[in-house]
């Protein structure tokens, strides 16, 4: 059973680029979220996207964005890239359990992204 | 305050005792709970999930939940070098997918 892909692996952008990261959950798996994973802050929640809508959204501005589509693909951009957004990029899948909670993620191996 | 509160370490257990590791939580409304194991360049893997009071078994490992006390713990038995990672726990409160991470336990067994 394939797990989660994420592409790219690594990245290097410049100050002020725009750059896509896609996701490929795991068949079957509807909800897809991200996280942004830093030494200082941790993993934070960037956005949840469930039958290609956002169902839960973090406290990220609006420089970052996501879609998924029919397939369950998703995928999320960063616009006006800072140097702060210099993070390891993951991406994770869920079965989804409605108002009952959640089962838990499977990650992806996530996207190394370096902003210079 | 911190949603999710963990002890950062490194906690340091011999090889083949019981590693302890808590997490706090601050809102009571959360329903499932969750342990990721993070080895140093890996993404979480997922340990654990726990969802009522009290106690979890898997294998060495050993969830325990007390809501009361917003409180989860989880017990490494037998503790082996190749269990050496960061220990992330996790809360979910909303409907949906919306985890929030503690900032993990770095646990060291030395043979």
Same mark, same amino acid.
């Given at each position: 059973?394939?797990?989660?892909?994420?592409?790219?692996? &690594?990245?290097?952008?410049?100050?002020?680029?725009?750059?896509?990261? /896609?996701?490929?959950?795991?068949?079957?798996?509807? /909800?897809?979220?991200? $996280?942004?994973?830093?030494?200082?802050?941790?993993?934070? +929640?960037?956005?949840?996207?469930? /039958?290609?809508?956002?169902?839960?959204?973090?406290? +990220?501005?609006?420089?970052?964005? #996501?879609?998924?589509?029919?397939?369950?693909?998703?995928?999320?951009?960063? /616009?006006?890239?800072?140097?702060?957004?210099?993070?390891?990029?993951?991406?994770?899948?869920?079965?989804?359990?409605?108002? @009952?909670?959640?089962?838990?993620?499977?990650? *992806?191996?996530?996207?190394?992204?370096?902003?210079? | 305050?911190?949603?999710?509160? !963990?002890?950062?370490?490194?906690?340091?257990?011999?090889?083949?005792?019981?590693?302890?590791?808590?997490?706090?939580?601050?809102?009571?409304?959360? !329903?499932?709970? +969750?342990? $990721?194991? !993070? &080895? @140093?360049?890996?993404?979480?893997?997922?340990?654990? @999930?726990? &969802?009522?009071?009290?106690?979890?078994?898997?294998?060495?490992?050993?969830?325990?939940?007390?809501?009361?006390?917003? $409180?989860?713990?989880?017990?490494?038995?037998?503790? !082996?070098?190749?269990?050496?990672?960061? &220990?992330?726990?996790?809360?979910?409160?909303?409907?949906?997918?919306?985890?929030?991470? *503690?900032? #993990?336990?770095?646990?060291?067994?030395?043979?």
């Amino acid at each position: 059973k394939a797990g989660v892909t994420q592409t790219p692996r &690594y990245l290097i952008k410049t100050r002020g680029q725009q750059v896509t990261l /896609s996701c490929s959950p795991i068949s079957g798996h509807r /909800s897809v979220s991200w $996280y942004q994973q830093t030494p200082g802050q941790g993993l934070q +929640f960037l956005f949840e996207y469930f /039958s290609e809508t956002q169902r839960n959204k973090g406290n +990220f501005p609006g420089r970052f964005s #996501g879609r998924q589509f029919s397939n369950s693909r998703s995928e999320m951009n960063v /616009s006006t890239l800072e140097l702060g957004d210099s993070a390891l990029y993951l991406c994770a899948s869920s079965w989804d359990r409605g108002t @009952s909670g959640s089962n838990g993620y499977t990650f *992806g191996s996530g996207t190394r992204l370096t902003v210079v | 305050q911190k949603e999710v509160e !963990q002890n950062s370490g490194p906690l340091s257990v011999p090889e083949g005792a019981i590693a302890s590791l808590n997490c706090t939580y601050s809102d009571r409304v959360s !329903q499932s709970f +969750f342990w $990721y194991r !993070q &080895y @140093s360049g890996k993404s979480p893997e997922l340990i654990m @999930s726990i &969802y009522s009071n009290g106690d979890k078994e898997d294998g060495r490992f050993t969830a325990q939940l007390n809501k009361a006390s917003q $409180y989860v713990s989880l017990l490494i038995r037998d503790s !082996q070098p190749s269990d050496s990672a960061t &220990y992330l726990c996790a809360v979910n409160k909303a409907a949906g997918n919306k985890l929030t991470f *503690g900032g #993990g336990t770095r646990v060291l067994v030395k043979p």
